[in-house]
């Protein structure tokens, strides 16, 4: 079964500095994986998909992830941190259209001023 | 456009109360989604459907859980009785299509307390 699964649970960075999350997920194929964004009290949107198309992915915000198949990783990554990127971020994947998302725990982002 | 909407936005209720949560999904959208969210626990898919038939519900806890969607543009979730073991934000999402490789959008969330 698809499972995806997030390192920390809290990431602290200031402004200004790189912002690295990280999800690993665990297949034997490549699964489609997602990143999605949840600011305080609202909803999940997203932020970037990978659907096989090219290994690094742009997303809104300025967000980037790159699929690394050796790896088995979806690290999101931002080259410098705002404060309005203080949320909590949520990766995501599964091995086909037919198999439900399964999402990680959630690591959630301080950025520091 | 409207996104999904949700109602309550809160709820706060005593054990053994009936709940019930409320969803509108985007217009246009073929499938509807419910997860539930704890601290333990995490983003939980508890139901959804396609075409406002139910396809997997093995994420519902127990009998005391049920969800309908008589319509393309309305769903329900119920709980009865509630417990304290249910208080969560529970969230509606909508996509396009049936595939889970499509975006889902999710509304701002029901944060049910049952004390």
Redesign the interface.
Known sequence: AQSVTQLGSHVSVSEGALVLLRCNYSSSVPP?LFW?VQYP??????LL?Y?SAATLVKGINGFEAEFKKSETSFHLTKPSAHMSDAAEY?CAG?L??????V????TRLSVIA | DAG?IQSPRHEVTEMGQEVTLRCKPISGHNSLFWYRQTMMR??E?LI?FNNNVPI?DSGMPEDRFSAKMPNASFSTLKIQPSEPRDSAVY?C?SSR?????????????TRLTVL
């Open positions: 489609y999605y009290n609202q909803g999940l949107q997203l998909k659907t949520f599964t086909s259209g037919n198999t439900p998302l999402f990680g725990k959630g | 999904v995490g983003l898919l959804y997997d969230f999402a299509t049936s595939s889970s490789t499509d975006t889902q959008y999710f509304g701002p969330g």
